[in-house]
């Protein structure tokens, strides 16, 4: 008999990690907080991307390009068996550029990753002119784009809906509303979850997938979880008929034809409101990348908080203390969803196709304490 697993968070981590076990033959159990919780799946930009990503932590590269390279496999799969579309294009992207320089300084950084890794890491300088064939509306103080053929973008929402669904199709529980406030590890060593009804919820093994609410339950596990907030603004304009090609950093054209505008980036705690300030700081560089938006009505802005580690990198751990208990805590969910999905089961029951993930642990934070 498998490991019957508990994940606490029902956010694209917990269910991304949830669905794979129970493909692998696993029970598993998705205990997920109250509306009130922050749920960063909620509120993101939607992007399953590459460029970028770990420029000075090439392992991250690497972990992250493993991931976007299922995602296909990850999207089919999930639309079989749902019924449901998500929306998933993978047909590169941009990092738009507004100076030469600064272009130039990130190109060099692209090169040591490449270098770094050994490998083809898939990147292209494109100038004005060229973007400007694939992109007609590119503004004029764009100087160009670093292209990644790789990067992509999906309906993060529909992708939480279809994984939510699918877990249930394959025999898995979603329990909502359960927040859950104690755990411990028995004497038989299994774990007994304890929600704020005053229920509990017993297992073999017990994954931390609870976002920003790692952080308090983390230390009850022996783990650190030591994850903060960021806050991210998104905007949406109105519905427009197909005019931007492809996604980037900060703009893209949703399936149903919206304009989404971000990305900033606030330390402001646990504070997850939109200010004018910011809907105008990122609505101006959006209009500097395409200057029709200026014409465009916005719809809606938001906020949400990015669940950041202390180097901004995933952590994936198995608590010493506490044999059988994990933390999956990461600040690109959906990018990683499918390496959540059909690597980390086999990290988790330590499997011979194990991912090796100790550049990840929770360790690197104390070496780099002591430093
Ligand atoms: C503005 C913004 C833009 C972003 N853009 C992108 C992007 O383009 N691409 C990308 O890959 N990533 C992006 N991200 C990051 C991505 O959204 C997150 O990495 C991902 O959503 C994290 O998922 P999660 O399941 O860990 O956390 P969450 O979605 O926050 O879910 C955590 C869940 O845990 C539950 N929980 C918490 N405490 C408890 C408890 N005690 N008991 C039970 N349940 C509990 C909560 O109810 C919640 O549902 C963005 C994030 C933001 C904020």
Redesign the pocket.
């Known amino acids: 008999m498998k490991p019957e697993y508990v994940i606490?968070?029902?956010?694209?981590?917990?269910?991304a990690v949830a669905y794979g076990l129970l493909k692998n033959g696993h029970q598993v159990t998705v205990?997920?907080?109250?509306d009130s919780?922050?749920?960063?799946?909620?509120?993101?930009?939607?992007?399953?991307?590459l460029s970028c990503k770990g420029l000075d932590a090439p392992h991250y590269a690497a972990w992250t390009r493993r991931s976007v390279s299922m995602w296909r496999e990850l999207a089919d799969e999930l639309e079989q068996l749902t019924g449901d579309t998500i929306n998933l294009e993978q047909n590169g992207g941009y990092d738009f550029h507004f100076s030469e320089a600064e272009m130039q300084a990130r190109v060099t950084q692209y090169q040591y990753l490449r270098q770094a890794l050994g490998t083809d890491h898939p990147f292209e300088v494109w100038d004005q002119a060229r973007l400007r064939q694939e992109e007609p509306q590119i503004g004029p103080d764009v100087v160009g784009a670093i292209y990644g053929a790789e990067d992509g973008?999906v309906n993060?929402l529909k992708l939480l809906r279809a994984y939510t669904k699918a877990i249930k199709i394959l025999g898995g529980k979603v329990i909502t509303q359960?927040?859950?406030?104690h755990i411990e590890q028995q004497a038989d060593g299994r774990f007994c979850a304890t929600?704020l009804d005053g229920s509990t919820v017993n297992s073999d093994k017990i994954v931390l997938?609870?976002?920003?609410?790692?952080a308090?339950?983390g230390p009850q596990l022996g783990l650190k979880a030591s994850v903060k907030p960021?806050?991210?603004?998104?905007l949406i304009t109105e519905k427009l008929p197909p005019v931007i090609n492809r996604p980037s950093g900060i703009i893209r054209q949703v399936n149903e034809g919206g304009i989404q505008i971000?990305?900033s980036k606030e330390d402001a705690g646990l504070d997850d409101q939109d200010t004018m300030a910011v809907t105008a700081a990122i609505a101006e560089r959006a209009i500097a990348v395409y200057p029709f938006l200026a014409n465009t009505r916005l719809i809606r802005s938001w906020?949400?908080?990015?669940?950041i580690s202390p180097d901004g990198l995933p952590i994936y751990q198995q608590s010493s203390s506490h044999p059988g208990a994990y933390i999956?805590?990461?600040?690109?969910?959906?990018?990683?969803a499918a390496a959540h999905s059909y690597l980390l089961p086999h990290w988790l029951e330590n499997t011979a196709d194990s991912p090796d993930l100790e550049l990840f642990s929770e360790d690197r934070f104390e070496l780099s304490e002591a430093r």
Do not use: M, Y
């Not at 997938?209 to 790692?214: Q, W």
């Open positions: 606490i968070g029902g956010g694209v981590v917990g269910c205990l997920d907080g109250g919780a922050h749920r960063a799946s909620r509120g993101n930009f939607g992007l399953v991307w973008h993060p359960a927040n859950v406030e929600l997938a609870a976002g920003l609410g790692a308090k339950l960021q806050k991210g603004q998104v971000g990305d906020g949400a908080l990015r669940i999956v805590s990461c600040h690109s969910g959906i990018t990683l």
